[in-house]
C-alpha cells in the first residue's frame, strides 16, 4: 500500500498529528493516528478525483504558498518517524528474542537430571580418571585388539565411545591421537569391504563350521549329535558365581563346629 | 623308562592363520606362502617340505600377490597399495615401493623374469621394471572400467590377458593397448544379478586363456579372435584359483567347497593328435576355500582358509614309488612357540600379538597306568601380555626360573622382569634396550636364569648378563658368512659352559660361554636343523635334521658319540625316516643320562641309548608289553625307541622334572571350530 504524502489541503490535521507524535505516550496514537491518516485507495481515489476537479476548477488559482519552515518541519517530522519505527521494531524483535531463551533454558533444565545427581557424577568421574589412567589405557588397548581381531565394522564407533567416556561430560568433539589411529586408508577400506561382500556377503552360499562339520554326523547308521553340541560359554557368569558361593558356603561349614 | 604324571594341556588356543597365496619357484625347488596376517614362509620342498625360513607378519600388510622373478626375488603386492621385496639372504624386508594405484589385487612376472605387472584398484595395470636394485616404473597401460582381480603373461611375453569383473581383456606388452575383450557370461546358461569376478586367468603359448570366475566356471578362450571355445561348469561356488604347469599340458583349479581339480591336455581319440582339455581328477583335501594352488613339475600344491598346506604328488609324473609319492599335509608349525619354565610349573605360549602365561594345575591323587587324575588346583591363567605395535611377534622365551620373559618382533626387543609374591604376580619391563638388540631370531636363557642369549638376524650372537632390575651386555660373537637360516636354534649346556647355535652355512657352532669364543664346529649336513638340545653331564649335542636323522655329538671330546656313530651305521628304522613333521624339541631327563625325550607333531619318542638299536625288521612302534608275559620276550623285543602317540597333535612335550611330562596338544577340530564360514553343502537326507 503506497503511503501518499499528505496533501496541502490536509495539512493542519496532519500538522495536530505531528504535534502529539513528539510526546511518547502518544505515541501509539500517533501511530494509529498516521495509519488511519494512511488514506485507503479508495478513500485517496475520491479526494484526488475531487482535488482533480477542484484543480481543474481552480486551474488558474496561483500555486499554495509552502513556507521553508513548514516544509522542514514535515521532513524532520518525518525522519523522527522512521526512527521511532525502527526502533520499535528492534525493540519488538529484542522481546521476542529474550522469550525465546527464557523458554529454551526452561526447556533444557526440564531435560537435565537435578542438580545433586550432575555433581556427583563429575566427581566420581574425575577421580577415577585420576586414579587408573593407566588401567583405562589398557583396557582401551584391548579393547581395541580384541575388535581387531574380530574384524568387526563397528570397532570405529567402539573406539569412540570409549574415548568420550574418559574425556568427560564433553560429548561434542573427541580428541584422539594420530599415531594411535589405525593405518588404513579410504581406498583398502573399501577394497577389503569388496572382498569381503565378494566372498562372504549376501548372495554367497556360506553356512557356519558347526554345521557344515555335523552334515556327516546326521547321515550316520547311528545319528550323532553336532560336532559343537554344548555352548561351553553359555551362563559364565553364573557358573563362576555358583563356584564363589559354594567355596564360601564350604569356608562356613568348616568353621561351624560339629556339634 | 619309568612311570610319568603327564599334565595333558590343551588351553593353548592356537589358531593359524589361512594362507592367501603360493608361488612355486621351479630352480631351487622351493615354496613361497604368504598368510593373512601377513607372514610369509618359505618351504625347502626337497629337504623333506621344511619350513627354512619366514618374514614375521604385519597388521597393514594383507598380502594379496605373490610371485618369484629373475634371479631367486621374491615380491609381494597387497591391499596397502605397496611393492615389497624380501631379501632371502639377510631375512629382511629390501624395500617396499608404493605403486600409486590403489589397493594392489595382483601381479606377475614376466617369463624372463625382468619385468613386473601389477593390477589395481583403479583399473589400471602398471608395468615396472626390475633392476637389480630396485624396482623401476615404466609404463601404465590403458586403464580398464573396474578392478584388475589377475594377470598372466604370456609366455613369450608378447601380451597379457587380465582378468577384471565380468569381462577379460587382452593387452599388447609392448605398446600397451588393449587389443581385445572377452565378455563373461555371468552364469553358466543363464542370467545372475550378482557380477562374475575373474579370480584367475592364465595365458598359454598358443593363444588360449584359460579363466576361472566366481560362477564355478573354466572356461577356455581364443584370444586371437576373442571367442569362447570350452566351458567347463565345475562348481556351484566359486573358483578362486588356477596354475598351470610348464609344460602346458595340464593345469590345477582351487574352488570355494575345496575341491582341487586337475586338467589335462589329453587327445580325442587314441589316434589323433586333436587335444583337448578334459578334467581328470578331484581332489578333496580342504575344508575351506582353495584360495592358492600351484603347479610344480610332479605336484600340485594347495593352500586355503582351513589353513593346511597340501601338496599332493602326481602318480603319473613320480619315477619311483616310495613314501615320496604320499599326500603331505602342513598344518601345524615347523618351529616352537611354547616355553616352559620347570621350577614354577608356568608355561608361556607365543600368539601374533601377545603372549599367554600359565601356571599348571596341581593334583594330589595316584593312580595306575592310564588312568585320569582328577585336578585339585585347575590350570591358572596368570598374564596376558600384548606388545605395542602392528608387527607380530617372532619368538619368545620364559627363563627356568619363571623370573623373566623375554620376545621380539621384526623391530622392537622386549624384556620383562616378572615377580610373585603369594599367588600375584608383578610385571615390570625393562626399558632402553640396547642399539645393537633390535629384533631377535631366537631367544634362549641360561640353566640358571643369569644370562640371556639372543640370536639376532644380523648374524651376530649376544650374551646379556641379567641383573635385578637391569641387563649388562657381556659379548657379541661376530656374525658369520652365509645366508641367515630363520630357524637358527640355540641350545645352551645345563651347567652353562656351552652354548651351541645352528643357522651358519658351516654347520652348528659351539660356543665357550666361559671362555666367550668358539670352540668347535660340527660338520654341515646338508638338510636344515629342526632340533638342538645339549644333554647334562656329558654335554653331548644332539641335532635333529629335516630328513630325521639324529646326531649326537660330545662337545668336549669334539667328535660324535659312539652311540651316534653306531645309529648311523644300522641306519634309522624305515618307518622313523618316513615320518612326516619334524622333530621341534629335544630335552634330557637330569638323573638319567642315557635317556634323550625327542616329539615331533604326532609321537613323542623317549631314546634309551643302553638298549640295542631297532632293524627294519623289528616293530619299531611297539605298545607296551602286558605283564604277564615273560621276561625274555620283553628283552627280546625291547629296541631303544619307546615311542608313544597316545597324545596328538603334539605341539610341545617336556620333562618338569623326575616323575612329570607335559604335553601340549591342540586338537585339530579346536582349530577347525574357529575358522570362516565354508560354503554350504547340501547332502540327500539333511
Sequence with gaps: MVQLRPRASRAPASASAMVDEGQPASEEEAGHGLLLGQPSSGAAAEPLEEDEEGDDELDDEAPEELTFASAQAEAKEEERRVRETVRRDRALLKEKRKRREELFIEQKKRKLLPDTILEKLTTASQTSVKKSPGKLKEVNLQKKNEEREKGSDSKKAKEKVQKVQTVGQNKSYMAVRLKDQDLRDSRQEAAKAFIQNCLYGPGTNRTTVNKFLSLENKRLPMKKAAAQFLNNTWGSQRKQNAKRFTKRWMVRKMKTPKK | MGEFNVHRVRFFNYVPSGIRCVAYNNQSNRLAVSRTDGTVEIYNLSANYFQEKFFPGHESRATEALCWAKGQRLFSAGLNGEIIEYDLQELTIKYAVDAFGGPIWSMAASPSGSQLLVGCEDGSVKLFQITPDRIQFERNFDRQKSRILSLSWHPAGTHVAAGCIDYISVFDAKSGSAIGKMLVDRQYMGVSKRKCIIWGVAFLSDGTVISVDSAGKVQIWDSATGTLVKNHLVSNADVQSIAVSDQEDSFVVGTAEGTVFHFQLVSVTSSSSEKQWVRTKPFQHHTHDVRAVAHSPTALISGGTD?????????????????????????????????????????????????????????????????TLPLSKNADHLLHLKTKGPENIICSSISPCGGWIACSTASRFFLYRLNYEHDNISLQRVSKMPVFLRSALQILFSEDSTKLFVASNQRSLHVIRLLEGGFKHLHTFQPQSGPVQSACLLAVSPDGAWLAASGAAAGVLVYSVRRLKLHCTVPAYNFPVTALGIAPNTNNLVIAHSDQQVFEYSIPDKQYTEWSRAVQKQGFHHLWLQRDTPITHISFHPKRPMHILLHDTYMFCLIDKSLPLPNDKTLLYNPLPPTNESDVIRRRTAHAFKISKKYKPLLFVDLLDEKTLVAVERPLDDIVAQLPPPIKKKKFGT
Design chain 2, 307 to 371: 589353513t593346511h598346506l597340501v601338496i599332493r604328488p602326481l602318480m603319473e609324473k613320480v619315477e619311483v614309488k616310495n613314501y615320496d609319492a604320499a599326500l603331505r599335509k602342513i598344518t601345524f608349525p615347523h618351529r616352537r612357540l611354547v616355553s616352559c619354565a620347570k621350577k614354577k610349573q608356568l608355561l608361556l605360549f607365543q600368539f601374533a600379538h601377545h603372549l599367554e602365561l600359565w601356571r599348571l594345575g596341581s593334583t594330589v591323587a595316584t593312580g595306575k597306568n592310564g588312568d
